[in-house]
């Protein structure tokens, strides 16, 4: 198993990068992670996560995960984890299917942050799980 640590950076409203904010060890799982960055709104933190499949999809597998994937219900989960709103879109314009989280930090502590990237993290494995099981055998619904 690789171990991973993801550098967590802020970004400005013009999208550039202003500062380092922490190195958080994710292990393995940090390959499920796109990109994550903080930005500011309106003097809060907002965490941007974007999470995607670990590998590549087949063409049929992309429209299916789309289809299967519940972002309602790991939002939720999600929310309840960071005691906050969480807001999602889908990043349709990914090789792979992706989804971006964002929500508010409420604090500074990055060793609760780092559980809170693994629980969500785990949170997303899980729904994917569950997604490749229920497309496993649907492929000719997709051709």
């Excluded at 219900?73 to 349709?92: F, G, L, P, R, Y």
Aim: with cysteine; net charge negative.
């Amino acid at each position: 198993m690789n171990e991973f640590a993801i550098i967590l950076m802020k970004k400005d409203s013009d999208n550039m990068i202003t500062e380092e904010v922490a190195t958080i060890d994710i292990g393995s799982d940090a390959e499920y992670i796109n990109s994550i960055f903080i930005t500011e709104d309106k003097k809060k933190e907002i965490l941007n996560i974007q999470l995607a499949t670990r590998a590549g999809v087949e063409d049929w597998e992309y429209t299916a995960i789309y289809d299967y994937y519940e972002e309602d219900k790991v939002s939720e989960a999600i929310a309840e984890i960071v005691k906050n709103q969480v807001t999602v879109s889908i990043c349709d314009e990914e090789f792979n299917p992706a989804w971006e989280y964002s929500f508010p930090l409420e604090d500074d502590d990055i060793d609760l942050l780092e559980k809170v990237l693994k629980d969500l993290i785990q949170i997303h494995k899980d729904e994917l799980q569950d997604v490749f099981l229920a497309i496993k055998d649907k492929e000719e619904e997709y051709l």
